[in-house]
């Protein structure tokens, strides 16, 4: 066998040994997780969304602290308004009151442009 023979043989066992190790680490991950969600799916669900949760707020007060916190009041208030008129919305309509599921969505523009216009003056 010559040396580039040899070469092509070494490429295929790191590539067929690599292949291997990402089946074995995937399996040592999912495997667990699986067996997690099968026996105790509430139990799962609560660790999941409180692992989501943490990773929402860190990533939230990361980019507080780096955007300032005039920015952050105004990103939260339309949020809250955004929400807050979302929720009145869908409850109007659900409620069979489509007038006032109207004005809650208009007024959530309304507000939403308000709080807009508020923080760009100042």
């Not at 490429?11 to 699986?34: E, H, I, N, T, Y």
């Not at 005039?70 to 008129?85: D, H, I, P, W």
């Amino acid at each position: 066998m010559n040396l580039k023979g040899k070469s092509k043989f070494v490429s295929f066992l790191k590539a067929a040994l690599f292949l291997g190790a990402c089946l074995v680490v995937s399996f040592a991950v999912v495997f667990p997780l699986w067996a997690f969600a099968k026996n105790a799916p509430r139990a799962y669900s609560a660790a999941v969304v409180i692992v989501a949760a943490l990773v929402a707020a860190l990533k939230f007060a990361a980019w507080a602290k780096k955007s300032g916190a005039q920015n952050m009041l105004r990103v939260l208030l339309k949020c809250a308004v955004t929400a807050a008129g979302i929720f009145l919305a869908f409850y109007f309509l659900l409620s069979f009151k489509r007038i006032l599921a109207l004005v809650a969505a208009l007024s959530t523009v309304a507000l939403f442009k308000l709080v807009d216009a508020a923080f760009k003056k100042a």
